[in-house]
């Protein structure tokens, strides 16, 4: 059902086994996203409106709460319907990279709502819980109820699979939403049903466990979104695509100082040193760099600049310097890694030259690495004279 109506909604966009959510256009990010939010804003203010009924009439305070929780559900989804339409704007003179992280100040304010509902409804229980008033199991009761479980588990999957498949933050959080609603609505329900069988109050109690889970899980997704927008680092698993694509072309012989910047779903740049024999005729070197670059860009959708770094092949010592050096550093710590190694030899001294990767984490600072390789390198050549660039890296910790 979910699979069917998103290739309803994109049309010919939506192939099986098509396009990877980052290759996703604009356009059709924008049509799933307000689709999504329009099906949502209109199924949230059906479950309000019948629970609101069902929950005044007899007198729970956990099913109006719930009915309030479809509400703000449903300003949610306003709220996402706003800023998918804010982010398919194109780039202007004072925004060149697009408009794309209004997506995820729409995703933030949504989980803002939802770790609001989560704080009011314990409030609310707490008065319950203070001055308790019995609810009458009604069939109508369990109908609505039974039928919020039901759409919400829809609305979960069908958020889910479209965040999934246009790599929609703001999505997935509705869809975490939609979820958090089937459990409290689950625990309404048995509740009520365990108070009518019992005669104990527990309506104020069940309140309070719904608005606790939706609490946590909404400052969970308020943490998530921040660190979009902070700019948290690539998974391991972008890093690794984008190493092993780089190094699986003929004639590259590494890559290093990768940086990965995100200005929304779809809006990826990233920038990399590659190593290329020194040797080899620099145009065709630099017809590969392009080549590369296009691939990227057609099959990843990712913009890539590539930075060419000449690597002497035909000189052993340099490269037993070069391997040592690496030997050397790893003693220091797993993470660091050394690139472009050069040895310049003079009359009264010799000049080592090489960069380094700083790991983050790593408890030594620049100029403390800088001064432990120093002394390393001085241990085998007495008579060195290093230049040490300490470059930070800005990809996963292990790299």
């Given at each position: 059902?979910t ?10 966009a939506a192939e ?14 924008t ?6 939010s ?7 203010l059906v479950?309000c409106?019948?629970k609101?009924?069902i929950?005044?009439?007899v007198?729970?305070v956990s099913?109006?709460a ?15 319907l706003v ?7 194109p ?26 509902v989560?704080?009011?409804?314990l ?5 319950k819980i203070?001055a308790?008033d ?21 609305m979960?999957?069908?958020n ?19 979820r958090?609603?089937?459990?409290s ?5 048995a509740?009520?049903?365990?108070s009518?069988?019992t005669g ?6 069940a ?6 889970f939706?609490?946590?899980?909404g ?7 921040v660190n979009?927008?902070?700019?948290e ?5 972008t890093?690794?695509?984008i ?37 080899a ?13 296009q ?9 890539m ?6 690597i002497?092949?035909n000189d ?5 310097l070069h391997n ?8 220091i ?9 050069r040895r310049?030899t003079?009359p ?7 960069d ?5 984490g ?22 060195a004279?290093?230049k040490?660039t300490?470059?930070?890296s800005y990809v996963?910790?292990k790299q």
């Open positions: 059902m699979n069917w109506l998103i290739g309803k909604i994109l049309g010919d099986p086994g098509g396009a990877s959510a980052a290759a996703a256009g604009v356009a059709e990010r049509r799933l996203g307000q689709a999504a329009i099906i949502c804003i209109a199924l949230n479950l409106l019948a609101g009924a929950g005044l009439a007198g729970s099913i109006v719930d009915a309030f929780n479809n509400l703000s559900d449903a300003s949610s989804n306003i709220v996402s800023g998918f339409k804010l982010a398919s704007r780039p202007d003179r004072g925004h060149p990279y697009g408009h794309g992280r209004y997506e995820y100040l729409a995703g933030m304010v949504v989980a803002v709502l939802v770790t609001a989560g704080i009011e409804l409030r609310t229980s707490v008065d203070l308790p019995p609810v009458a199991l009604t069939p109508a009761l369990v109908a609505v109820l039974v039928l919020s479980i039901v759409v919400k588990l829809w979960a999957a069908f889910r699979a479209a965040g999934e498949r246009i790599d929609s933050e703001t999505l997935i959080a509705t869809a975490a939403d939609s958090n609603d089937v459990i609505t689950a625990v309404v329900l509740c009520t049903a365990l009518a069988a104990v109050d527990l309506d104020g109690w309140g309070l466990g719904v608005g606790g939706i609490l946590v899980s400052l969970g997704l308020v943490r998530g979104t979009l927008l902070l700019g680092a690539p998974s391991p698993e890093v690794d695509h190493r092993e694509k780089i190094l699986s072309y003929p004639g590259v012989l590494g890559t290093h100082d990768l940086m990965i910047h995100d200005y929304g779903p779809g809006r990826q740049f990233a920038s990399a040193h590659v190593e290329m024999a020194a040797e005729d620099p145009i065709v070197s630099h017809d590969l760099l392009d080549n590369i670059e691939d990227f860009l057609s099959e990843d959708s990712l913009i600049t590539l930075h060419y770094d000449p002497i092949t052993p010592g340099l490269s037993d040592w050096v690496a030997d050397q550093a790893a003693t710590d797993a993470g660091v890694s050394v690139h472009d190694v310049v003079g009264t001294h010799t000049n080592v030259i090489f380094c990767v700083r790991p983050q790593l408890a030594l600072s620049a100029d403390e690495l800088r001064e432990r390789l120093t002394e390393l390198v001085r241990r085998r050549y007495p008579d004279i290093c040490i300490v470059d930070e996963s910790p």
